[in-house]
């Protein structure tokens, strides 16, 4: 903002040049504010931003004044701005508004140190609309130093236009709808919600008891007899595209690939899995909740499995405060083996290998053993051990049908790199279902299943790379289910049913053989009776089977 203490020896403005002034600051703050509301919504908000703005038009003949009303339309005209790029920036990149769950869900589980990281990555967006808040704020203080300083009697006619637009305000200012529209109103609600989300993640034990009281009333039983493990296996940020399991043209799954070979029929690749949810928390909400979080008579698989006899593992490579107090803590055992939170978190997945032959060891007779890997969350390079991508030094089919779809040189890169994490992945993944397959003791039943939370953008369906609530690649996801023998294998058919991520802890009861009054047959895919139903997403899919 220009120094308002060498306005004095400026020499008073004439009245055409304080209309410009008040005509280029209102044009600057409706721009900005046009790019982040529509419809009247742009109307209100200028509404209330116009008692400021207009106040250039009154004559101000005070020094100390003139300084005062300077920094103070520049910081209300600035509050405008702001709240416009803010919220351009989230429909931009995410197609979300500020008070929406993902939005307010990511911010109350963001610490400041992720949000530098977040920065690292996607500074050439952040770069953009910051440049435009500067240009905004240089034309805005460059207009409030020009406000009126002489005496002028203006028309009739633009006295009236001025009394019109400034009842109008009035009117704003009465509507509670439009005073909640206000940046500084607005923003201090939002940061309440925000804190208020979080409060309630900080005090999850009496949930998580209800949770728990509520699976022992359900009284659920296991159905067969004799011992049994799970291995669940809940991935972050995997679009199946990407995987050469599904088709993909660079070789990131060869180990799968592998297994699926040797295994046949015990193994089954669901061909057209989707998630509901385009980011962590509501995903895993979905899949451990059955598709129902939240509700008052709502079941939680692990409580469930817990009530049925199951000795439980929680062992993860995030670390989430979240995650940990809604999901982890249900289980008997949890080991969090990553310290570090955050993107910047460079902890392999392959630490967990260990914890899971550890629980493959233990004597308990029924075992369910729920494996959280951070996968191809960003940053892509922090999920493969350094140095280790071979995609990186060559032009291949992908690269070259990125460049002819226009994908930029800094979303190609990181297609490399999210393609390479998917290969160091694929280790990880094969090495937990060996770990499945091997040991069995005589007439255990065995299974395990692989899925991811949500999908990921990578040059896809935009030139943008990360979470993707607005493209379809967003919602693409893998999911994998091996039975062994003394399970019953996995039906041939089963490959080709479309499956939903929130219906999926019906499959792993069923996996787990335990049932209970309120188990639904029809949303387990492995179940002759499922029935398909299409999940409502905000994006359009022509086809759930492709």
Known sequence: MPDP???????????????????LATATVLALVALGHDGRRVVQLMALALPALLWLAWPVRSDA???????????????????????AYLLDAYQAAPDSTLVLGAAANTTGRESAEYLSMHWRSVAVWSAALVVAAWLVGRSARRGLRTTVRWPRSLVALL???LALSALGYASKPWRRLHPVAYWMHWNAAVHSLRSGWADQERQRSALLERARQAAPAVTRAGPSTVVLVV?????????????????????????????????????????????????LANIFGFGQPGRADGQHVLALARAAGYKVWWMSNHDDVAIEQQHARLADVVDMVNRTPGRAGASLDGELLDCVQEALDDPAERKLIVVHLMGAHPHYRLRFPSGDNPFDDHVDAVEAQLAGQGRSAWVRRYRQQYDAALLYHDFVVSETLQLARAGARPGES???????????????????AGHSPATASGYRIPTVIWRSAAAQPVSAATAQRPFRADWAAWTLADLL?????????QRNVLDDRYRWVAPTLPVAVPSFSE
């Open 5 to 23: 203490s060498s306005l004095s020896a400026a020499p008073p403005p004439a009245p055409r040049q304080a209309l410009r002034a008040l005509g």
């Open 65 to 87: 004044v003139h300084r005062l009303r300077t920094a103070a339309v520049w910081l209300w005209a600035m509050a405008f701005a702001l709240d416009g790029v803010a919220r």
């Open 163 to 165: 009394c019109a637009l």
């Open 235 to 283: 991935t972050d940020s995997i679009n199946r595209d990407n995987l050469g399991l599904y088709g993909y043209a660079r070789p990131t799954t060869p180990r799968l690939e592998a297994q699926q070979r040797v295994l046949g029929g015990e193994m089954a690749v669901l061909r057209h899995a989707w998630s509901v949810d385009a980011s962590t928390l509501p995903a």
């Open 446 to 464: 065995r299974a395990w299943m692989y899925l991811s939370d949500h999908g990921q953008e990578v040059g896809h369906g935009s030139d943008r």
């Open 513 to 521: 053989h335990v049932g209970w009054a309120g188990a639904m047959p």
